[in-house]
């Protein structure tokens, strides 16, 4: 099968079940929420075929870090972009995993009954001691930071917190709430207490921090930490719009892995509002595009694909993953097609992930993909 591109040569489309789809088919790190992430096993995949030992992968929408940290457990060196701070606070100190010993120690010097600024109405989340606990944790994480004192251990500890803040477990620090990477409003929150008849309940925050940084940590020994620092160095995070990244030098990407903001599917703001909070970042102060006309989208994608192809070493590549939106009736990877080729790239191959691939034997419209639940099209792009 082959779909046109821009009236020049077919570009192939290759559809199977070409990666594991199993939740915990990868490292432990990997294991914190973010809105609209993929599996690991999706830039592993490419990251094993197309890059070379020691060589770089980049991802200039980065989010929770998923192709950066799966690249440098692959020994590949990582750099990425993104257009919200969050995504370096999530991503940084799991590429600098500190010891438990380490973690545990320094939540028994953590000062947790500290006074602290919080926001009003997070009652609605929190019971009052915890809520006290975690406005001590982010007023010590501010003032690290500003005053350059913030830790491999503090960043990590900031990590988990943003992490555990809320959900719907006694694994979090609320009350039975949505998903970590889905905060509702405050509003919402008193009505959901409402018809639930419930009332945060106290977590001992030393503990929930413990378990999760315990659990992220299964999978990582001093070997791992020590080819991890091996790679530090030379990686390169950066926080801003991808449109243009001088930082990244001309010629130095082997492989790109990267799923961007789908037009307007996620309000990556509006979800991200308590983890922003905590962290001190104003949401509407970032880049974060949420674009909701596909004309204004394909101009970001264009200029995206335009600086990714300087970055490109001569035989590079470009895995350039989207869903399919609006209930099918945009689908993106022919606009991204487009858009690489007026970026001057060349298409190589789309490839359709779909679970019920086997099954279904076609890939194109099929009912069960009509809202693009289960598949992952990757467009491939080379210079
Ligand atoms: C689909 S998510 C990426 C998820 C990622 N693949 C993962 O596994 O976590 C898209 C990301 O693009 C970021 N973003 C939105 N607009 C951007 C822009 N103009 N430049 C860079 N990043 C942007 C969002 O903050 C979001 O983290």
């Known amino acids: 099968m082959a779909r046109a591109v821009d009236g020049s040569a077919a570009v192939p489309l290759f559809g199977n079940t070409f990666w594991s789809t199993r939740q915990r088919d990868a490292n432990a790190l990997h294991e914190v929420s973010y809105r609209a992430c993929f599996k690991p096993a999706l830039p592993r ?5 197309l890059c ?8 200039p929408f980065l989010g929770r870090g998923t192709t950066a ?8 060196i990582p750099s990425g972009v993104d ?5 370096k606070v999530l991503l940084e100190p799991r590429l600098m995993p500190p010891t438990e010993a380490a973690i545990a120690a320094r939540l028994d010097e953590l000062e947790l009954d500290a006074d602290a600024e919080v926001l009003d109405d997070l009652e609605v989340f929190f019971h009052p001691r915890t809520l006290r606990a975690i406005g001590a944790l982010r007023a010590h ?4 930071e500003a005053s350059g004192t913030l830790d491999a251990t503090d960043r990590w500890l900031r990590m988990v917190t943003v992490n555990r803040l809320t959900g719907h477990s006694p694994g979090f620090l609320s009350v039975y709430t949505m998903p970590p990477n889905q905060a509702v409003s405050i509003a919402t929150q008193r009505k959901l207490n409402a018809r639930r008849g419930q009332t945060p309940p106290e977590r001992d925050v030393r503990a929930v921090l413990l378990r999760k940084s315990r659990s992220l940590l299964s999978d990582c020994d001093e070997a791992l930490r020590s080819r991890l620092r091996a790679i530090a160095s030379d990686t390169r995070l950066v926080t801003g719009s991808s449109a243009h990244r001088p930082e990244i030098a001309d ?5 790109v892995v990267t799923s961007p903001p789908f037009l307007d599917i996620v309000q990556y703001r509006a979800d991200n509002w308590l983890r922003c909070w905590f962290c001190g970042i104003d949401p509407d102060a970032t880049a974060i595009a949420e674009l909701r006309r596909i004309e204004a989208w394909t101009e970001l994608m264009t200029a995206v694909l335009r600086d990714l192809r300087r970055m490109l070493t001569p035989n590079g590549a470009i895995a350039f993953e989207v869903g399919e939106v609006r209930s099918g009736t945009v689908r993106l990877e022919e606009h991204v097609l487009a858009c690489g080729v007026r970026a001057g790239l060349v298409p190589h191959a789309v490839i359709v992930q779909d679970h019920e691939f086997t099954k279904t034997a076609n890939c194109w419209g099929v009912s069960n993909n009509a809202r693009g639940t289960n598949t992952n099209r990757v467009v491939l792009l080379g210079r």
């Open 45 to 49: 995949f490419f990251i094993q075929r």
């Open 52 to 59: 070379p030992a020691g060589g770089r992968v980049h991802d």
């Open 69 to 76: 940290l799966e690249a440098a457990l692959l020994g590949r």
């Open 83 to 87: 257009a919200n701070p969050l995504s």
């Open 141 to 144: 994480f501010l003032r690290a």
């Open 251 to 255: 010629g130095s990407v082997d492989l």
